[in-house]
């Protein structure tokens, strides 16, 4: 046959030539979309997209292009439209059936088609049918596609796996229907669950396709599958082993048994949506390891993802979750991670195929719902596992209705076991859109976590009506200092960071004290950071005077304890993870957490720093007007009352409003019940699709955080040696080596900061990957970044 003949891939190297067809391309995408859609049940619906997602390069102008690629002349990739033709197949075929779930069907293996090299839009936010315009593209020729799918697909038999699809659509569908309860917002979750199935789909499709580019291209076999429950059986064993060798004297110590002991026991229920509630210093990593090894082996999940908000933290618990599995079993996934073999390391993270998972709340998120294909590719790996969710708490408030919905999807739909680890746990199942957990959810009885043993900390409450200014605030931790040796006070801003540490320097010198004190902020490069924070904890082992002022960066993933703690008046959440910096050992009777109003904080762009602050004034006022003690801000209905009140607060900024370049919500989006649907609809347009979600627009418009700009900084020798290294005449593939060196030495700052610092010539940018330099002088040994004084506001 004459189209065994069209390609789908070709390489030209020192080996030679090697060519796959077209035809073998699309069967192993097919069997392995087929295997991976198995854990939702809906292998049909992904091996019919990855038969046919590729039937577009059956056009000769594709033949030549390729061909022309592998010889190494210039081609505009992605100038040859190849991913509308199985869609458009699909849509002839199967979309005019009156059943609307074969149309559902249709429309979904044709979106995962059409965007498996970029995501698009059923219909835009501006109403532009994006869906039929990717389906019905003019940019290919239909003659050449038709006559190779009549040489080269069985019809009959993708008719056969349309009817099964179907059928697998159907069986999702009611299941979703039947787990969602009536109300208000059950047409919003179904929309959202419905998206949620199209990103599996795609996932599984995209996942497959680079997977067999990958082993063509490297001439390599498929990797041999590993038995995981095997693998989880043996973890068992050591972590099993290990914690029969722990001391039970003591209160505390058998306290940390006891919690651990109920992990134990509740890794036989059944899988669902879990909270884990425990205090600092009750042996937390472990006990949730515990959990989820039982658990992931009881019921024989794929994976164990364990997700925290800071590398600080992956950093600090990598080394205990790491001994209990060979090194090939565990990936480790964050940005300033350096791996022995860079190309192995990159293909793991590109696909999140290892058995246990340690990576960011962010790459997590981007993982659920950015529109990026690496992270889409990713998505299919969380079904059928166990996800354990370190400092729950640290959910952005604009992202939790988003978030609640997909933890529902993940639970319900897609099998997976979601830990919510955290000693202040959010009531995610009373917010407008909620989370289904419930009430007997607890892996660990109450009076566990109320223990009176893990209560290591009084809370002194310092706010006064007016506030401290920098000059009573400064003699405030003076006083401290005199009476508690060592102090730690964190604020909410790098401005009041910066004045304060200037004041108690001027303070120490004028009285003479001779007391260490330090600053810390993210305008220090990761290497400063680290220097200060190893010179601090000498400085604690060893019992000396000393005083910290820093920003919250502090807060978590840092194993520092001090005897005092002032906290700028802030969230109740970061309030009781700052006082877990405070006698973290227990070795006081107790240790101090102030909490303190400054007078002149700005604050007004930290919105949730802001509304946090002004539910924990209330809850202070709440307790004082009860003659209740202040410590009992870390009693479990005192925090419930804390999330309820920010979250009602807060309730319309959940469900992620987007303002530019269009005013909507990432919910309305994914759900398909955004202003684009009304827009289309008013236009007039016939046949719109069934499906009406804009998931390209929402994924591009999702971030988790505010963009930053690195810049590296001439700290000590080894920072000016880099700045001189990438501005040298040195081979590139010797500086991209010396890229993750470079991080170390690399401060980050917002677009706008970056842009004035520009303006005022501070900056420098590099020919090579235009890396950015600060220049000489501007960078201090104590504090970090530095400016001229018409810049300080900006950064401080």
Not at 65 to 84: C, L, M, P, T, W
């Amino acid at each position: 046959m004459k189209y065994e003949k069209i390609l789908s891939h070709f390489v030209i190297n020192s080996e030679g030539e090697r060519a796959q067809p077209l035809y073998e391309h699309n069967t192993h995408t097919k069997q392995l979309a087929k295997k991976f859609g198995q854990k939702l049940n809906c292998e049909n619906i992904c091996s019919i997209a990855g038969e046919l997602h590729d039937i577009g390069k059956s056009q000769k102008a594709f033949q030549i292009y390729i061909r022309k690629a592998a010889a190494g002349e210039f081609v505009q990739k992605g100038s040859i439209n190849h991913s509308s033709a199985g869609a458009k197949y699909i849509m002839d075929t199967f979309a005019k059936s009156d059943n609307p779930f074969v149309i559902l069907t249709a429309e979904i293996i044709a979106e995962a088609i059409i965007s498996h090299h970029g995501l698009k839009d059923f219909i835009s936010p501006d109403g532009d049918l994006k869906f039929q315009k990717s389906c019905y593209s003019e940019k290919y020729d239909e003659k050449e596609i038709s006559e190779y799918i009549q040489e080269m697909l069985d019809e009959i038999k993708i008719k056969d796996d349309i009817e099964k699809a179907v059928e697998e659509l159907q069986v999702l569908y009611e299941a979703i229907y039947e787990r969602i309860p009536d109300g208000e917002y059950k047409d919003d979750e179904i929309g959202f669950d419905i998206s949620a199935i199209i990103r599996y789909v795609l996932s599984c499709v995209i996942a497959a396709d680079r997977e067999d580019t990958r082993m063509f291209m490297l001439n390599e076999t498929p990797l041999k599958e590993i038995d995981v429950n095997l693998l989880w059986k043996n973890a068992i064993n050591k972590l099993e082993q290990l914690i029969s060798t722990f001391s039970q004297e003591g209160e505390l110590n058998k306290l940390r048994m006891e919690i651990s002991r109920q992990c134990y026991i509740a890794a036989s229920r059944q899988p669902g949506i879990y909270r884990l509630s425990c205090p600092t210093g009750s042996g937390k990593t472990l006990s949730s390891l515990r959990f989820a090894l039982h658990h992931a082996h009881k019921y024989q999940k794929k994976h164990i993802f364990y997700i925290a908000p800071y590398k600080s933290i992956l950093t600090q618990n990598s080394d205990v979750m790491k001994q209990f599995f060979f090194k090939d079993d565990v990936l480790i996934h964050h940005s300033d991670f350096i791996p022995e073999d860079q190309e192995k390391y990159l293909y793991l993270n590109s696909n999140w195929s290892s058995p246990f998972i340690m990576t960011t709340a962010v790459q997590f998120y981007q993982t659920l719902f950015s529109n990026n294909t690496t992270s889409i590719r990713r998505f299919h790996q969380l079904s059928d596992s166990v996800i354990i969710i370190d400092e729950a708490q640290t959910i952005p408030t604009h992202m939790i209705s988003m978030f609640n919905y997909m933890i529902n999807f993940l639970s319900e739909v897609c099998h997976s076991t979601i830990v919510l680890c955290t000693a202040t746990q959010p009531v995610f199942e009373k917010t407008k859109r909620q989370m289904r957990i419930y009430a007997d959810n607890g892996i660990i009885q109450d009076e566990l976590q109320q223990s009176d043993v893990f209560k290591r900390v009084h809370y002194v409450n310092k706010c006064t009506p007016k506030g401290f200014d920098y000059d009573e605030y400064a003699d405030f931790i003076m006083d401290c200092w005199k009476k508690h040796n060592s102090v730690l006070t964190i604020v909410n801003t790098k401005k009041d960071a910066m004045e304060l540490y200037k004041k108690c320097l001027a303070l120490n010198e004028e009285m003479n004290m001779n007391v260490s004190i330090y600053h810390l902020s993210t305008n220090m490069c990761p290497v400063h950071r680290n220097k200060v924070l190893q010179e601090i904890k000498d400085k604690l082992i060893a019992n000396e005077p000393l005083i910290c002022i820093s920003t919250n960066l502090i807060e978590a993933g840092i194993d520092l304890s001090f005897s005092s703690v002032i906290r700028s008046i802030t969230g109740l959440d970061s309030i009781i993870q700052a006082a877990g910096r405070c006698n973290r050992n227990g070795d006081e009777q107790y240790g101090y957490v102030y909490l303190v109003k400054p007078d002149k904080e700005n604050i007004n762009s930290l919105i949730e720093v802001k509304e946090g602050k002004m539910v924990t004034h209330s809850l202070l006022d709440y307790i004082e007007s009860n003659d209740a003690y202040i410590d009992s801000i870390m009693d479990t209905n005192i925090i419930n009352r804390y999330y309820e009140k920010l979250y009602f607060n807060s309730s319309i900024n959940m469900d992620y409003m987007i303002n530019k370049p269009f005013k909507e919500t990432q919910i309305n989006l994914w759900s398909g019940l955004h202003k684009g649907l009304e827009e289309a609809v008013s236009n007039g347009n016939e046949n719109l699709p069934h499906i009406t979600s804009a998931l390209r627009s929402a994924g591009e418009q999702f971030k988790v955080m505010e963009q930053t700009i690195g810049i590296l900084v001439p700290y000590e020798e080894k920072g000016r040696e880099l700045i001189a290294f990438f501005n040298g005449n040195h081979p590139d593939k010797e500086k991209y080596e010396r890229l993750k060196e470079a991080q170390g030495y690399t401060v980050q700052v917002y677009e706008q900061k970056y842009r004035q610092l520009m303006e005022a010539g501070l900056v420098d940018c590099l020919p090579f990957g235009e890396i950015l330099t600060l220049k000489e002088g501007y960078y201090d040994l104590q504090v970090g970044l530095m400016i001229d004084k018409e810049l300080e506001d900006m950064f401080l």
